[in-house]
C-alpha cells in the first residue's frame, strides 16, 4: 500500500497544476458505458482539469449515482467515476437484486473497469470504492480479475446475504423500510406506475404516514402485492427462502487478485468485517490480495 501511495503522490507531483497548488477538477455527466450485452449504463466523470493520465476509482451503485463531492479525490490527482448500475436510474436495462446469484453485475462490473481504463485521461490503473451494497457490487466484479483492477475498498459487507440483517436472522421492518424507501421509488418511476418516485420522497412519506402501517402489516408474506413489479417476485423469493446462500464471499476470497481496504463499525457487520480480512490473509489468490 505505501508503494502504491509513494507512486500516485509521484504522479501528481508530476501535473503541472498551477500556482494554486491544487487541480481544477472537469465534470462529465450520464456518459455512456456500453456493456458486452449492448446495454448502456451511465455514469458521471469527475477528473483533473489538466495534461496527462490518472489512476482511476470506479463507484458502481443501485441508489442513484452522486452527482459530486470528489473534489479532494479529483485534486489528489484521480479520476472518479460515478455509475449506476443496470436497471437503476439512469442506467438501461433490468434490475435484479442482489437476493439472486446471477445478477450480471459481476460481468458489468468488469466491462466498466475495463471501458474506464481505456479512456485517454486514465493511466490504466483502476481503483473500486464503496459501502454496503456498492461493496458487494465490488466483491463480484473483482472475483471475476479485471486486468486492470488493482485495488478495491469495498467495505461493511458480510460474507453471506443471510447476515445483511443479522447474522442468521430476518428482520423484516427494516428490510420493508429499504423495499419501500430505497428501491421501489425508481423502478415505480421507471414503470410510469403512481409515486413516490425518489428516496426522498418516499422517506417523507414513510415518515409522516406509511412506517405505522407497514410495520404492524401482518402476514409478511402479502408485502410484495404492494411492491412493484421487477421488485415484488424477487421480495417473495427472498421472504419465502431467507436461508439462499447467493453471495458466498468466502469463496471469492480465493478468487480476488487485489488488496481490499475494509472497515466497519461496532453494529455494522464489524465481525464480517474480520473474516474477510481473515479469508483473504488466508486464502486470497495471489500475494499482493
Known amino acids: 500500500a505505501t508503494a502504491a501511495s509513494d507512486r500516485v503522490s ?20 450520464d456518459v455512456d458505458v456500453p ?29 442513484r449515482k452522486p452527482s459530486g463531492g470528489y473534489e479532494r479525490f479529483v485534486r489528489a490527482g484521480y479520476a ?11 442506467s438501461d436495462g433490468d434490475y435484479i437484486p442482489f437476493t439472486e446469484e446471477h445478477t450480471g453485475d459481476a460481468e458489468d462490473g468488469y466491462d466498466s473497469v475495463e471501458w474506464l481504463a481505456a479512456q485517454d ?16 457490487m465490488q466483491w463480484q466484479l473483482a472475483r471475476l480479475r479485471p486486468p486492470h483492477l488493482v485495488a478495491m475498498c469495498a467495505c461493511t459487507i458480510p ?10 436472522g430476518f428482520r423484516p421492518g427494516r428490510r420493508v423500510k429499504w423495499w419501500m424507501t430505497s428501491m421501489a421509488p425508481d423502478i415505480r418511476r421507471r414503470l410510469g406506475e403512481a409515486g413516490p418516485h425518489t428516496p426522498e420522497e418516499a422517506r417523507k412519506a414513510w415518515d409522516e404516514v406509511d412506517q405505522g402501517h407497514w410495520l404492524g402489516f401482518l402476514p409478511w408474506l402479502e408485502l410484495p402485492r404492494y411492491l412493484p413489479k421487477g ?5 417473495e423469493d427472498w421472504l419465502r427462502h431467507p436461508n439462499r446462500k447467493a453471495w458466498r464471499f468466502e469463496e471469492a476470497h480465493r478468487e480476488v487478485e487485489v488488496p481490499n481496504l475494509d472497515f466497519s463499525g ?24
Request: proline share 3%.
Open 10 to 29: 509521484d504522479e501528481a507531483a508530476a501535473i503541472d497544476i498551477g500556482e494554486a497548488g491544487v487541480l481544477g477538477i472537469v465534470e462529465e455527466k
Open 35 to 63: 456493456m458486452r450485452d449492448g446495454v448502456l449504463l451511465r455514469a458521471n466523470v469527475f477528473r483533473p482539469d489538466a495534461q496527462g493520465e490518472f489512476p482511476a476509482i470506479l463507484l458502481r451503485t443501485p441508489y
Open 80 to 90: 472518479v467515476v460515478t455509475q449506476d448500475s443496470r436497471g437503476r436510474y439512469a
Open 121 to 136: 485521461f486514465c493511466n490504466g490503473r483502476v481503483g473500486t470504492m464503496g459501502a454496503s451494497y456498492n461493496a458487494w
Open 159 to 168: 460474507l453471506e446475504l443471510t447476515a445483511v440483517d443479522w447474522p442468521g
Open 231 to 235: 421488485m415484488a417476485e424477487h421480495a
Open 266 to 289: 461496532w453494529y455494522d457487520h464489524c465481525n464480517d468485517t474480520m473474516r474477510h480480512l481473515a479469508g483473504m490473509q488466508i486464502n486470497g489468490r495471489t500475494e499482493l490480495a
